[in-house]
């Protein structure tokens, strides 16, 4: 079926406001990453979720990320009172097991005026 | 937890050069290895990967990679690269078990091959 889809592909807004970043993953895929991508940083791991067990919060850079994957299924990452530093690409992936290839979707870039 | 250093940030190579690209990684128990690769505009792909066994894997395109566990090395190579392997380069790794699960990246090296 279709990739790891992710939306918005991308969005602008203000210092200070909430956003919510959506992930699909592959249906049947028990793990789901997200990571953060900024110009000359890598790739940040932010949180991993793998099947009912409790996520691994250790990337979360501020209490102001937060993340929750309702169902198994669909994830959703939130950044309240955005910053600048925020802007950045942030990546979903998911894989069939814990040691499976990643997939990865395309990215929503963030972009913090 | 584990952490990986890509020490090479930008390599620049003419068509049919060879290549290397140099990844450690520091974590105490068993890992699983992984180089994954993002062309121009386009989404991350797994290159190859490492879990077990012949320590010299091959993976799509020509590239291999060997894991060295002394010297906790997974480095990348091709013997002639082309143009179109112009692309950023991730390694990456994850052990085995518990709370080194999550899958860790190192900082990407971007390749610019040169026609």
């Known amino acids: 079926g279709a990739g790891v889809s992710q939306s918005p592909s991308n969005k602008v807004t203000e210092k200070g406001k909430d956003v919510e970043l959506r992930c699909d993953p592959i249906s049947g895929h028990t793990a789901l990453y997200w990571y953060r991508q900024s110009l000359g940083q890598g790739l940040e791991f932010l949180i991993y979720f793998q099947g009912n067990s409790a996520p691994d919060k250790s990337g979360l850079p501020s209490d102001r990320f937060s993340a929750e994957r309702t169902g198994g299924s669909v994830s959703t990452l939130t950044i309240q009172r955005t910053q600048q530093e925020d802007s950045a690409v942030y990546l979903c992936?998911?894989?069939?097991?814990?040691?499976?290839?990643?997939?990865f979707g395309n990215g929503t870039r963030l972009t913090v005026t | 937890a584990q952490s990986v250093s890509q020490h090479n940030h930008h390599v620049i190579l003419s068509e049919a050069a060879s290549l290397e690209l140099g990844c450690n990684y520091s974590y105490g128990g068993t890992v699983n290895l992984f180089w994954y690769v993002q062309y121009p505009g386009q989404h991350l792909q797994l290159l190859l990967k490492?879990?077990?066994?012949?320590?010299l894997v091959k993976g799509i395109k020509g590239f291999e990679a060997e894991f060295i566990k002394s010297k906790f090395s997974f480095n990348l190579r091709k013997p002639s690269v082309q143009w179109s392997d112009t692309a950023e380069y991730f390694c990456a790794v994850t052990g085995v078990r518990g709370s080194a699960r999550q899958l860790t990246f190192g900082s990407g090296t971007q390749l610019t091959v040169l026609p």
């Open positions: 490492y879990f077990s066994g012949d320590p």
């Open positions: 992936a998911s894989s069939f097991s814990p040691n499976s290839p990643l997939h």
